[in-house]
Nanobody
Framework: QVQLVESGGGLVQAGGSLRLSCAASGSTFSINTIGWYRQAPGKQRDLVADINSGGSTNYADSVKGRFTISRSNAKNTVYLQMNSLNAEDTAVYYC?????????????WGQGTQVTVSS
């Protein structure tokens, strides 16, 4: 089991920056990939960025060059630095952790944090 707690969301003007944090607890040593998804009203939840246990990162095209994902293994925390924010980035951001055991993939989610970008 993994528990995820997000923080750092809020209201920011277009062009501004925010940093989201996701603190993981529980079986953190088993996490294969951890990252961020977002869901805007009326839309599906989409991947924003993730990072695997080897440190490789993956980004959605819409955030490449603006967002940076990083992790602190010592703090069991993953961060999402978001720069040059625009109104299309407005969404609830969810932290996600994936544990793979054999053929089974386990997904864990945080409660979400709201990011609102005013234009």
């Amino acid at each position: 089991q993994v528990q995820l707690v997000e923080s750092g969301g809020g209201l920011v003007q277009a062009g501004g920056s925010l940093r989201l944090s996701c603190a993981a607890s529980g079986s953190t040593f088993s996490i294969n990939t951890i990252g961020w998804y977002r869901q805007a009203p009326g839309k599906q939840r989409d991947l924003v960025a993730d990072i695997n246990s080897g440190g490789s990162t993956n980004y959605a095209d819409s955030v490449k060059g603006r967002f940076t994902i990083s992790r602190s293994n010592a703090k069991n925390t993953v961060y999402l630095q978001m720069n040059s924010l625009n109104a299309e980035d407005t969404a609830v951001y969810y932290c996600n952790a994936v544990i793979v055991r054999g053929r089974t993939k386990y997904n864990y989610w945080g409660q979400g944090t709201q990011v609102t970008v005013s234009s």
